[in-house]
């Protein structure tokens, strides 16, 4: 059973270009969620898609925006870079109707360094 | 808004020994979840234990345990017998149970405890 996968692993990006990080949530999953992990940091959500619609967001700005898929998986787009987006992006996946207790399942994260 | 504290930015134990890692959080609500997540260098979040607020007992995993003081919004982790493999950063989470209809996975996430095993 494969679980939340996350590509690419690591990437590098200059100041003002744009990128694209991937996940395929575990199967059977229906929602996907995005955090970012700065260096030393706890995971801060980013935003959440569930029949390929935004669900909810946290604090970033329209920059960051996302995209699901008829399959459920997802992509995390984000413009305009800035030194400051250096961070592990991470997936996690769920199904909805669980319990709110349930348990997320994350991705091993795609690491974005902006020079 | 809701936040996760963890004073305790490293810690270190004995193998075999017993360490307990601190976690205070802040909500106004009633009805939350609270979680502890380990990271090791894989980076891949992983559950170590979850306590609902409206259930008095405290969870137990095994050789994991929580103390959960919902009055003053405490919730620390024990991790008894230590192991090598325990060696990770370990996150406190709080998620909201007032979400919609199950559909929100926010978790508010403390600034992590990097908790180091010694032989």
């Known amino acids: 059973d494969a679980g939340v996968t996350q590509s690419p692993t690591h990437l590098i990006k200059t100041r003002g270009q744009q990128v694209t990080l991937r996940c395929s949530p575990k199967s059977g999953h229906d929602t996907v969620s995005w955090y970012q992990q700065a260096l030393g940091q706890g995971p801060q959500f980013i935003f959440q898609y569930y029949e390929e619609e935004e669900r909810q967001r946290g604090n970033f700005p329209d920059r960051f925006s996302g995209h699901q898929f008829p399959n459920y998986s997802s992509e995390l787009n984000v413009n305009a870079l800035l030194l400051g987006d250096s961070a592990l992006y991470l997936c996690?996946?769920?199904?909805?109707?669980?319990?709110?207790?349930?348990?997320?399942?994350f991705g091993e994260g795609s690491r974005l360094t902006v020079l | 808004a809701q936040t996760v504290t963890q004073s305790q930015p490293e810690m270190s134990v004995q193998e075999a020994e017993t360490v307990t890692l601190s976690c205070t959080y802040d909500?106004?609500?009633?009805?939350?979840?609270l979680f502890w997540y380990k990271q090791p260098p894989s980076r891949q979040m992983i559950l170590v234990i979850r306590q609902e607020a409206y259930k008095q007992q405290n969870a137990t995993e095994n050789r994991f345990s929580v103390n959960f003081q919902k009055a003053a919004k405490s919730f620390s982790l024990k991790i008894s017998d230590s192991q090598l493999g325990d060696a990770a950063m370990y996150f406190c989470a709080y998620r909201s149970a007032t979400g919609d209809g199950g559909a929100t996975n926010k978790l508010i996430f403390g600034t992590g405890t990097l908790l180091a095993v010694q032989p």
């Open positions: 909500t106004s609500e009633s009805d939350y979840y």
């Open positions: 996690a996946s769920s199904l909805v109707g669980l319990p709110l207790g349930g348990e997320l399942f």
